[in-house]
T-cell receptor, first 112, second 114 residues
Framework: AQSVTQLGSHVSVSEGALVLLRCNYS??????LFWYVQYPNQGLQLLLK??????LVKGINGFEAEFKKSETSFHLTKPSAHMSDAAEYFC??????????FGKGTKLTVNP | DGGITQSPKYLFRKEGQNVTLSCEQN?????MYWYRQDPGQGLRLIYY???????QKGDIAEGYSVSREKKESFPLTVTSAQKNPTAFYLC?????????????FGPGTRLLVL
């Protein structure tokens, strides 16, 4: 069975600072990994996904994530935070089954 | 514009009442999903359907029921057996049910108990 752990339920950064949201996964088979963003009272929007084509995945809004098999990690980064990045971010994994397993989410606050 | 619509945006349930949440997609996707979201809990899968007239239980199916009579529609009924229904409900769809398929989400329905 797959599982996802997102370290830090809340992360706070200053505008213009690096954003780093951590995600570690567990999977007995090669995983497919996703990052989604959710703005308040809205649905989820896909930021990026890893499907084994390349370990560094670039997504929308300047976000990227690097798949590190040795560390079972798929951390999300953005070089410079913007106020509009304030939202909740979810990491998710599939692998042995088509079910998408989500982490508990990390709420990002961006301070002016 | 293609997408997923959920209605209503807010829904109130009285004790002992069944309520139905609507989910419609015009993306021509085969697979559809229902998730429940509680604060700090992430998303949990209630039911999913890979094709018309077929559906499977997810991780928290008790107290819920679904139907898939049309490709574009996947309504969720929250029955009176669901004792703690207050949550944000999200519907999603994907082209196929597969491990690398992207799921696209609707805007959600917030269910509150009176």
């Amino acid at each position: 069975a797959q599982s996802v752990t997102q370290l830090g339920s809340h992360v706070s950064v200053s505008e213009g600072a690096l954003v780093l949201l951590r995600c570690n996964y567990s999977s007995s088979v090669p995983p497919y990994l996703f990052w989604y963003v959710q703005y308040p009272n809205q649905g989820l929007q896909l930021l990026l996904k890893y499907t084994s084509a390349a370990t560094l995945v670039k997504g929308i809004n300047g976000f990227e994530a690097e798949f590190k098999k040795s560390e079972t990690s798929f951390h999300l980064t953005k070089p410079s935070a913007h106020m509009s990045d304030a939202a909740e971010y979810f990491c998710a994994v599939t692998g042995g089954s088509e079910k998408l397993v989500f982490g508990k989410g990390t709420k990002l606050t961006v301070n002016p | 514009d293609g997408g997923i619509t959920q209605s209503p945006k807010y829904l109130f349930r009285k004790e002992g009442q069944n309520v139905t949440l609507s989910c419609e997609q015009n993306l021509n996707h085969d697979a559809m999903y229902w998730y429940r979201q509680d604060p700090g809990q992430g998303l949990r899968l209630i039911y999913y359907s890979q094709i018309v007239n077929d559906f499977q239980k997810g991780d928290i199916a008790e107290g819920y029921s679904v139907s898939r009579e049309k490709k574009e529609s996947f309504p969720l009924t929250v029955t009176s057996a669901q004792k703690n229904p207050t949550a944000f409900y999200l519907c999603a769809s994907s082209i196929l049910a597969g491990v690398q398929e992207t799921q696209y989400f609707g805007p959600g329905t917030r269910l509150l108990v009176l």
